[in-house]
């Protein structure tokens, strides 16, 4: 299987999902492949394009809100960082997302 | 491969975003309309040989209704292998569960291929496979 | 020096900015690719990052401080020294 394929047909299932969420994907191009590049192994290895930047479980109930696109599973959270976790995702009027600081939930407010 | 195109299904009998099995001589085909532009496949998903009309197309995206093996139609290129069942969902009986452990076992070692695609064109209004 | 120790994956891009972070300002650290962990590292970081209530990784403990997240502000003044965070 071609992963740069793979990656392709990721990024068109991707933007359907998170344009109605408020979403695009990241204006860091490279950022980006690296993420696509990561699911793509991730997948391969466990059978979905989990979260490059969160633990898995072994726990399908918990290991299935870190598919990737996981935002509906942080949507208090994401929306207040304008970003997702692994920064793949970004608000839609974010320009930079270099400006975006990785927090955590209970960080948020407190920067 | 022949050079031979012969009619497979009338255009305007599959929607935008369908598709339709056909069978052309013993040739078992899935005819898919991306939104205008028809591609032919074989009907059979490289992982376990479902009936992958039943699956479901998006853009050139074809999902197979199994185990969600995906495929791009235009050049049958397998994108992903089936997603992995769950087997903690709920127990099952014993019997059935060693031999559902025995089907995982042989299960294991197939790989989901690529597909076959076939060439189409639009002649008076059929789509036609060669 | 204040111990630092995290947890990080190995396909994660911010894990590798918080190594070099701390690696530029020559600070030691050890860390756990949790990914590339046995089982029983993993449940056991698991059950901690639970505990501590973090969304993912890396997950820097500096002293008692945790921090989730490329934070590197937060890791400069956790560190107690004021200078560039990158």
Redesign the interface.
Known sequence: MNAESRKRSLQYFFEKVVGPLGFKFTPDVELKEFLLDQEVILEAKHGAPFCPCQPLRHDRTRDMKMVCPCIPFHREHFDAIKRCWCGLFVHKDVIDPNTLPQLDQKDVGHE | MSNKFVRAIRADEIAPGGMKAVDLDGREIVVCNCGGAYYAVQRRCGHMNAPLELGTL??I?LTCPMHCA?F?VT?G?????P??P?P??EALPPTLGAYMQNIGILMSHVR?ESMRTYRTRLEAGWVEVG | MKPVSMYTLSTCPWCRKTKAFFTEHKIPFTFIDYDLADEATQSRISAEVDAAGATGFPYVKINDEVIAGYQPERYTKALGFSGGAK
């Open positions: 998006d853009g995206y995906q791009d050049t290129e397998a994108l992903s292998g997603v992995p769950d903690d969902h989901t």
